[in-house]
C-alpha cells in the first residue's frame, strides 16, 4: 500500500498473511465418511484408509515455508505426491488439499470407481478362466480394491484362486504380496 502526502509518496511495510487450516472433528470426519460410502459392503471402510493414510487428519501442525501452522497432510517419502485425509493425488486440484469433504469424496470416488472396478475385472478374469470359481463376498472384494488404493497394488490381489480337490477357491495372497495384503488388513483393523 501507498499514500500520496503533500508532495512525498509514502510506502506501507509489507504484511505476510498465511491461511493454513485447522483440526476438523474426528466425529464429522466419521459421519462424513460413513454417508459417502453408506452402500457399501462395509460402510465405515473409508475410516479406516484414513486412518492409516493420514492417521485421520486433514492437516497436521508443521512448518512450510517458515511458517508453523496447520497445513495440509501430506506424503512424505515421495515429496508429497498425495495430501490430505485420504492421501489423493495433488495432480488432481487443490481443493483435495484444503477441502477435508472434497478430499473425503475424491478418495471414496477413486476407490468405488477405479479400485472396486479393478478388483471387479481381476475377480471375473480368474472365475472366467477358473471354472467353478464363486464370486467374491462384498467384503472380499473390498480387500482386493484396498489392495489396490494402497502403495502395494502393482504386485498382485489379495486373493488368488487355488486348487482344492476337483474345484477352486479363493486364498489369501500372503506369499505373493505379503505387504499389499498386509495394507488391507491394517485398514479394516483401524475403521473407527
Do not use: C
Not at 487450516?21 to 465418511?33: C, K, L, Q, R, S
Not at 475424491?106 to 471375473?124: H, I, P, Q, W
Request: avoid cysteine; proline fraction near 5%; glycine fraction near 10%.
Amino acid at each position: 500500500a501507498s499514500a500520496v502526502v503533500g508532495s512525498q509518496t509514502l510506502m506501507a511495510t509489507p504484511v505476510i498473511i498465511t491461511v493454513t487450516g485447522t483440526p476438523i472433528p474426528e466425529d464429522w470426519v466419521t459421519a462424513n465418511f460413513v454417508s459417502l460410502y453408506a452402500s457399501g459392503a462395509t460402510p465405515r471402510l473409508m475410516t479406516g484408509i484414513a486412518s492409516v493414510e493420514s492417521s485421520y487428519k486433514q492437516f497436521e501442525m508443521r512448518t512450510l515455508y517458515k511458517y508453523p501452522g496447520y497445513w495440509p497432510t501430506e506424503s512424505h517419502q515421495d515429496g508429497g505426491s498425495h495430501i490430505g485425509l485420504m492421501m489423493v493425488s495433488t495432480s488432481l486440484a487443490l481443493k483435495n488439499a484444503w477441502s477435508w469433504r472434497e478430499n473425503s469424496m475424491e478418495g471414496v470416488t477413486e476407490f468405488v470407481r477405479d479400485k472396486l472396478s479393478a478388483a471387479s475385472r481381476v475377480m471375473n478374469k480368474y472365475i472366467k478362466s477358473h471354472a467353478g470359481l464363486r464370486k467374491l463376498t462384498g467384503v472380499e472384494l473390498e480387500k482386493m480394491a484396498l489392495v489396490y488404493y494402497g502403495p502395494y497394488g502393482a504386485k498382485g490381489p489379495y486373493y488368488l484362486p487355488a486348487q482344492q480337490g476337483s474345484g477352486w477357491t479363493w486364498v489369501k495372497n500372503a506369499s505373493g504380496n505379503p505387504n499389499g495384503v498386509a495394507y488391507a488388513d491394517s485398514v479394516r483393523s483401524m475403521m473407527k
